[in-house]
């Protein structure tokens, strides 16, 4: 089986600037989390989704969004990006949540100049 | 609130010495517990998971586990390390209750001397 992608790898933008995020999960997997890893706070939840439906959210503000599509498939969006959102960004897939184990895709680094 | 401990930041050990990495919860109940790892430049990788019954898990790599209730511990081991070990170790904790979520120690980074 194909392993969690996640799409750019690799991400430069503005100050101001939104971007969207994109994870595919393995397949058969229909949950998705989303987590912002930054060398001082370490790796935070974003949020989670399951069907379609987010399940559980973290606590960040209402720039940071998400959304699954029905083939499990989820986005992520930031917009008015922040010198601050620079950080890795992991997404992780699970046949159901929260205890089932999840696998994670190899991050997409965005740096925010 | 459940929570997850990680006291130790960095750890140093010598290639070939026994490891232990420590992991504190918080939790009303039994949580599932796991212990992941971090290469540089990776996404997290499982190592292994504990959800009931024998409470000394078996993971790859040569790790192991053991979950020790009377002391909300989930601690992390390795008889002999090697230098691909050098990575960050994440501990984390889901509660049974499944409206929740999976909570992530800050992690330990590991460090290997030759």
């Known amino acids: 089986k194909a392993g969690v992608t996640q799409t750019p790898r690799y991400l430069i933008k503005t100050r101001g600037q939104q971007v969207t995020l994109s994870c595919s999960p393995i397949?058969?997997?229909?949950?998705v989390s989303w987590y912002q890893q930054t060398p001082g706070q370490g790796l935070q939840f974003l949020f989670e989704?399951?069907?379609?439906?987010?399940?559980n959210k973290g606590n960040f503000p209402g720039r940071f969004s998400g959304r699954q599509f029905s083939n499990s498939r989820s986005e992520m969006n930031v917009s008015t990006l922040e010198l601050g959102d620079s950080a890795l960004y992991l997404c992780?897939?699970?046949?159901?949540?929260?205890?089932?184990?999840?696998?994670f895709g190899p991050g997409t680094r965005l740096t925010v100049l | 609130a459940q929570s997850v401990t990680q006291p130790d930041i960095h750890i140093t050990v010598s290639e070939g010495a026994s490891l232990e990495l420590r992991c504190n919860y918080s939790y009303g109940a039994t949580p599932y517990l796991f212990w992941y790892v971090q290469s540089p430049g990776q996404g997290l990788q499982l190592l292994l998971k504990y959800f009931s019954g024998d409470t000394l898990v078996q993971g790859i790599k040569g790790f192991e586990a053991e979950f020790k209730r009377s002391q909300s511990s989930f601690n992390l081991r390795k008889p002999s390390v090697h230098w691909s070990d050098a990575a960050e170790y994440f501990c984390?904790?889901?509660?049974?209750?499944?409206?929740?979520?999976?909570?992530f120690g800050k992690g330990t980074r590991l460090h290997i001397l030759p």
């Open positions: 397949s058969g997997h229909r949950s």
């Open positions: 992780a897939s699970s046949p159901r949540p929260p205890t089932d184990t999840q696998y």
């Open positions: 989704y399951f069907s379609e439906t987010q399940r």
């Open positions: 984390a904790v889901a509660p049974g209750n499944r409206d929740d979520k999976i909570i």
